[in-house]
Structure formats: C-alpha cells, structure tokens
C-alpha cells in the first residue's frame, strides 16, 4: 500500500493535508489505464443493492482538498477555462494525492447507477478504496478468462456499456470513429477494445448525468469547449455570470 505523502509544506498554496471522510459513503473500484505515466482519476465497481445490479463511477473530488480561492484554486481554474492540455495539478497532487491506482482510501464523488434505471442514479460524496488496477491487456484477459468475482464484474461492464451504447446510437447519437490517417493519406478505421467501450460509455453517462444534477439545482458549473476561442477576459465574465 502507497502511503499518502506529507502536504504539510504545502498547505500554504491551499493544499488540505488531512481530509474528512469519515462521513463518505463508502464504495470498492477498479481503475483501468492505458498509459502508465498518467494519474488515475476515475474508478467503477459494481455492487448488489436488493438484489439488483448498481454500478458505482468514481471520480476523484478535486474540491475536498483544495481550499478554495487558494493559490491552487486559481491554477486550477486558469487551467481549466484555458484549454490548457497538461495536468491541471502540479505531479505530487495529480499523480501522488489525487490518483485512485494505489489502496490509500481517497475522497471521490460517486454516481450510482441502477442497472435497470439510469434515470433513478444518485450522487454522493465517498471514499474510495481502489481493489484493482489494471492494464488494459489485463482487461481483456479478464473479461475472456478470469472466473474470479472481478472476471465476472468485468463481463457485466462491458455488457451494460454495450447496452448504453446502444442506446445512444438508437437515440440518434454519432458513432465514435476511430481513424488511422498514414502518411500517404489513406484512412483506416480502429477497432476499438473493449476498455475504450467501458471507459468511454461510463463517462458519457457520468457526465449526462452530473449535469443534469447541475441543471435541475441551479448549481453553475464550467462548459469546457476546447473549439471555442474566445478572450480570456470573455470567459472571466462567462464564470461570473
């Protein structure tokens, strides 16, 4: 188990070295990743309420350790209504404090998703212990041969993710094309892996319904659109409103 670093020479920029989770729901994981070097943000688990399937998306809570207003707070927010590519947190917080791969017990958010009802999902401050990390060559295996509890917790996410695909596409959603363009300009087209389907299913649906949440409480929120340019002066009065 990876020990959380000492923060303490931090706390000055408006780092929160001892974090309260005791009153956090608590929740069990996986995360997967595809690039080793990155920080690991968002995990998923699924677990029986009642007899019936629910899967759990956690996200790391950025907020719970950050003061606000702080010399961190502000990095974060020119970063963020930037279109700034790289880590929003400097490496000791994004790939240190804030990522969910090792064991250490992190505050996260948590949307719980009933199988059988996407629109009954709740939101809820949690803590989250992560059980597994795993590659994405190590996905695939599991999903086609690991008969232990996680084997089985894979195949259903990858079949809810279908499920939610499908859905969409029904819905009249685009289809995700990944394309290869050689440099003799032919195209070719990317099967994608199974992953890439859980990963990017889960975080459609963890977004649609985070910003539901912020549209029926009034709660104003950043719209991050990377093909918009306007002045930074523009996007300062687009927060304030």
């Known amino acids: 188990m990876n020990e959380v670093p000492d923060l303490s020479h931090l706390e000055s920029d408006g780092v929160i070295s001892e974090i309260d989770i005791s009153k956090r729901m608590p929740v069990t994981g996986i995360t997967l990743e595809n690039l080793p070097s990155r920080s ?9 309420e009642g007899g019936k399937k629910v899967l759990d998306i956690s996200f790391t809570d950025l907020a719970s350790g950050i003061s606000i207003a702080s010399a961190f707070d502000n990095l974060a927010l020119q970063r963020e209504i930037s279109g700034f590519q790289g880590p929003i947190f400097p490496a000791i917080l994004s790939k240190q404090v804030f990522t969910l791969k090792d064991a250490v017990d992190k505050p996260t958010i948590t949307i719980s998703v009933p199988f059988e009802n996407t629109r ?6 949690s803590v989250l212990t992560a059980t597994d990390s795993l590659s994405y060559d190590q996905t695939e295996f599991s999903i086609e041969h690991d008969m232990s509890e996680n084997g089985y917790m894979l195949r259903d996410c990858l079949s809810f993710a279908k499920r939610l695909r499908q859905e969409r596409l029904d819905g009249g959603a685009i289809p995700n094309l990944d394309l290869e363009i050689s440099f003799n300009n032919s195209i070719s087209f990317e099967t ?8 990017e299913e889960f975080m459609v649906l963890a977004n649609t319904i985070a910003a539901k949440y912020f549209i029926d409480n009034k709660i104003p929120g950043i719209y991050r659109n990377q093909l918009l340019r306007i002045s930074q002066e523009e996007k300062f009065n687009l927060i304030e409103e």
């Open 40 to 48: 690991i943000n968002s995990a998923f688990g699924i677990r029986d």
């Open 192 to 199: 994608q892996r199974d992953p890439d389907i859980m990963l």
């Open 120 to 125: 009954s999902s709740i939101i809820n401050p």
